[in-house]
Nanobody, 126 residues
């Protein structure tokens, strides 16, 4: 499975961006999808997650109510709609595919994801 992330950019605080992650290759297999981010000098943290069925999601507390994860199974694409962006949202954002158990710990552990996109930079200015 190959993942291609796009949609990052520079935006002012309070603005919005939509990230996309297009999957290709063995997309017939069902994978759950996660969006992670990594700010300079920090570890990679889970931002949002959606199960392969699309019926369950998870959001980090820091983005709840502002970010929405969704999938388009026809296009094999997962999206992250980011609204009310804050300077602390500045990071490189990565999409990932895998099948972690649906627990807080497993969803948020990067090694539970087998495939990763290349990352897209999001910069929020104050």
């Amino acid at each position: 499975v190959q993942l291609q992330a796009s949609g990052g950019g520079l935006v002012q605080a309070g603005g919005s961006l939509r990230l996309s992650c297009a999957a290709s290759g063995r997309t017939g297999s069902s994978y759950s999808m996660g969006w992670f981010r990594q700010a300079p000098g920090k570890g990679r943290e889970i931002v949002a997650y959606i199960t392969s069925s699309g019926r369950a999601t998870y959001y980090a507390d820091s983005v709840k109510g502002r970010f929405t994860i969704s999938t388009d199974n026809v296009k094999n694409t997962v999206y992250l709609q980011m609204n009310s962006l804050k300077p602390e949202d500045t990071a490189v954002y990565y999409c990932a595919a895998g099948n972690p158990a649906y627990t807080y710990y497993d969803v948020g552990t990067p090694r539970n994801y087998a495939y990763w996109g290349q990352g897209t930079q999001v910069t929020v200015s104050s």
